[in-house]
C-alpha cells in the first residue's frame, strides 16, 4: 500500500527542489558549477565537487567552496522568495568535508519582496569583461553593495587609487606566473573548450581582444568572440572579498558575500567583474593580502563598474540540467 506524503510536506520538498535549481545560476570559477544538492524530506543538503582539473588553479578548494557559497547564497534567497525560511548549518559533519551546508527547520513564513527581487536578478546577472564606460559607480550605490556582502559577515574592502595600482601590478605578476605554468595553461584549456557540455567558458563571453583596464584581466590563452570597445575601464572601482580567517567556513560565507553584493550590484545596474587569477598564485596572493595591511585573507579581487550601453553585452554561460546538480531520489522514494 502506498503512503500519499501530506501535501505540506510534497510542498516543502518541492519548494527545496526549486530553490536548488535556482542556484544553478550562480556564479562559479572557470563557470565549472562545482555544487551538488540533496533534497530530502525536509532538508536540503549542499555538497562540493572535487574536480581534478582544477587542481593546479584551485588546490585547497578555496574558490570551489566560494563557488558552493555562492549557490548557497542563491537558493536560500530562492526559498525566501517563495516564503520559506531555514536555519543554514556551515560544514555540519567534520567526517564529510565535501558536505558543505545543510539547510534545516525550513519553515513557510510568507514570501520576501526583497528576494522576488534579488530572484529576477538572478536571471539577468552575467560577467561582463567590457570596459566599463566613463561615467563612476554613484558612491550610494557603492555603499550599498558593500553592506549586502557585510550582511553575509565577509568584508567588501574598496580600494583607494594606491592600492588599486598595487593591485594592478600583481595581477600583471600572477598572469606572467600563470603563463609559464603548463599545468595551469593546460587547465584553462580545457575549461575554454567545453562547448555543449553546460559548463566552461564559451568564445562568446571571452574578450575577442585584451580589454584597456587598470587591473589586467586573466588572459585565457585564446580570443573569445566577444566585441571590445576600444575605451579604457578609467571609472571602474576595485575592490577585495576578504575576512579575518583563512578557513573552509570562510571561503564558503565569502561566497555568500559575493553572491549578495552581486546580485545587488545587478539590481542597481553595476557590472561586476571577479578577478580571481591574483589570488590564485600564492605570491601575489601575499601581496594582496599585504594591500590589505595585513588585516585578513584574501579571497577574490573585484571590478565594479557602469557597462557602456552603445555594445552588446555577452551572453549567459551555459548551465548543467537540474538532474546533474539536483538529486531529489530521496524524495522521490518517500512519495512511491
Known amino acids: 500500500m502506498s503512503h500519499e506524503t501530506p501535501a505540506t510536506d510534497q510542498a516543502l520538498t518541492t519548494a527545496l527542489a526549486k530553490a536548488a535549481a535556482t542556484s544553478g545560476r550562480a556564479p562559479s570559477v572557470h563557470n565549472t558549477q562545482p555544487w551538488r544538492w540533496k533534497v530530502l524530506p525536509d532538508a536540503l543538503e549542499l555538497r562540493m565537487v572535487r574536480d581534478p582539473r582544477l587542481a593546479a588553479t584551485d588546490p585547497e578548494n578555496r574558490l570551489v567552496t566560494l563557488s558552493c557559497g555562492a549557490a548557497l547564497h542563491h537558493a536560500r534567497v530562492a526559498l525566501a522568495a517563495e516564503g520559506w525560511t531555514a536555519q543554514v548549518r556551515r560544514l555540519p559533519d567534520p567526517e564529510q568535508p565535501e558536505l ?3 539547510l534545516t527547520d525550513v519553515r513557510h513564513a510568507g514570501a520576501d519582496p526583497d528576494a522576488m527581487r ?5 536571471q539577468v546577472r552575467r560577467t561582463d569583461r567590457r570596459p566599463v564606460r566613463e561615467e563612476p559607480v554613484p558612491g550610494p550605490a557603492l555603499d550599498e553593495i558593500v553592506r549586502a556582502a557585510d550582511a ?14 598595487e593591485l594592478a601590478a600583481a595581477a600583471a605578476q600572477a598572469a606572467a606566473v600563470s603563463a609559464e605554468d603548463p599545468e595551469l595553461r593546460e587547465e584553462l584549456e580545457y575549461w575554454t573548450s567545453r ?7 564559451p568564445p562568446e563571453v571571452l574578450p575577442e ?3 584597456q583596464t587598470t587591473v589586467p584581466g586573466r588572459d585565457f590563452g585564446r580570443p573569445g568572440t566577444l566585441p571590445i570597445s576600444s575605451g579604457h575601464d578609467r571609472a571602474a572601482v576595485y575592490g577585495i572579498v576578504w575576512d579575518t580567517e583563512d578557513e573552509p567556513e570562510n571561503w564558503l560565507r565569502a561566497g ?3 553572491s549578495a553584493a552581486w546580485l545587488a550590484a545587478t539590481r542597481l545596474g553595476v557590472s561586476m567583474v571577479p578577478l580571481s587569477g591574483v589570488v ?3 605570491g601575489t596572493r601575499l601581496t594582496v593580502r599585504r594591500i590589505l595591511a595585513g588585516l585578513g585573507y584574501p ?5 565594479l563598474g557602469l557597462a557602456d550601453p552603445a555594445h552588446a553585452g555577452p551572453p549567459h554561460t551555459p548551465r548543467l540540467a537540474t538532474e546533474e546538480i539536483v538529486d531529489t531520489s530521496a524524495v522521490r522514494a518517500g512519495h512511491a
Open 152 to 165: 553575509e559577515g565577509v568584508r567588501l574592502q574598496i580600494l583607494h587609487r594606491d592600492q588599486v595600482m
Open 100 to 102: 558543505l551546508a545543510r
Open 280 to 282: 590564485e598564485v600564492e
Open 195 to 201: 562547448a555543449g557540455t553546460g559548463t566552461g567558458l
Open 256 to 258: 555568500e558575500g559575493l
Open 299 to 303: 579571497y577574490l579581487a573585484l571590478r
Open 209 to 211: 581582444q585584451a580589454p
Open 118 to 122: 534579488l530572484v529576477q536578478c538572478m
